[in-house]
């Protein structure tokens, strides 16, 4: 089982370990791309990326952390994102036997394991880079990959937002996907927005501490109501209601 998180704008700085290095990454089939992507990024001048990544000059550190990219300090990927939903998840009380469960989207990175080690950036699965959009630079390799780990049996959770699926959506039957809806009081449904991070946050640190791992849609739905939450099976995705 493999949960597959969202990232975070929102990043923890500095690090207690070493430069990034691209082979230690998982899925090192995708280390080309990450290489191509990351040399882009670290070549703007911080004035040119606060245009191209569209972003204010309340941001420029970010921005200059970026030039640092292949030297600046490491942190696991799980304690690099914060935010709302990794406050959830609260990834410092995880045992290892839980964080080797969860992986961590990124336009940089495509897929990283949690326990990966990452330098502070700032680059989003909306950005262009040299004119292309991410999606573009990502072509094929991280679909890929994506799909040979689902076809070897793995189960994939993908709590990713739409705009890092599209950079490499699961081929094939595809994945566990979830959706976060509440209750109107007329008995209508609509879909959260803001606090589903907070929701697939609880579900991934569930899911994550299960003695065994999921196997099914039907594990993930189980494991969830023995949490107390309330949740719905809709083909392969999982829908919590709140």
Aim: aromatic share 4%; net charge neutral; hydrophobic share 40%.
């Amino acid at each position: 089982m493999l949960i597959i998180l969202p990232p975070s704008e929102t990043k923890a700085h500095g690090g207690t370990q070493g430069p990034l290095d691209l082979g230690s990454l998982m899925f090192p089939e995708l280390n080309p791309t990450r290489e191509g992507i990351g040399k882009l990024l670290a070549a703007l001048d911080p004035e040119e990326a606060l245009g191209v990544l569209k972003l204010s000059q309340k941001h420029r550190a970010e921005v200059e952390a970026n030039t640092l990219l292949f030297s600046s300090p490491t942190l696991p990927a799980v304690e690099r994102y914060t935010g709302v939903l990794y406050d959830a998840l609260a990834a410092p009380t995880l045992p290892d036997s839980a964080r080797e469960r969860l992986a961590i989207s990124s336009a940089l990175f495509g897929v990283v394991s949690a326990t990966d080690l990452i330098p502070h950036y700032r680059l989003s699965g909306t950005s262009r880079l040299a004119g292309a959009t991410m999606k573009s630079h990502w072509g094929t390799a991280l679909r890929n990959v994506l799909t040979q780990l689902r076809e070897s049996g793995e189960l994939i959770i993908d709590m990713r937002s739409g705009a890092y699926q599209n950079l490499g959506k699961v081929g094939g039957p595809g994945a566990i996907t979830v959706r976060v809806e509440c209750v109107l009081p007329d008995g209508s449904r609509k879909v959260v927005s803001h606090f589903n991070k907070s929701y697939k946050g609880q579900l991934a640190r569930v899911l994550a501490l299960t003695p065994q791992p999921a196997a099914s849609i039907a594990d993930v739905a189980t494991c969830a109501e023995a949490a107390q939450m309330r949740v719905e099976v809709r083909g392969q995705e999982l829908v919590l209601v709140v």
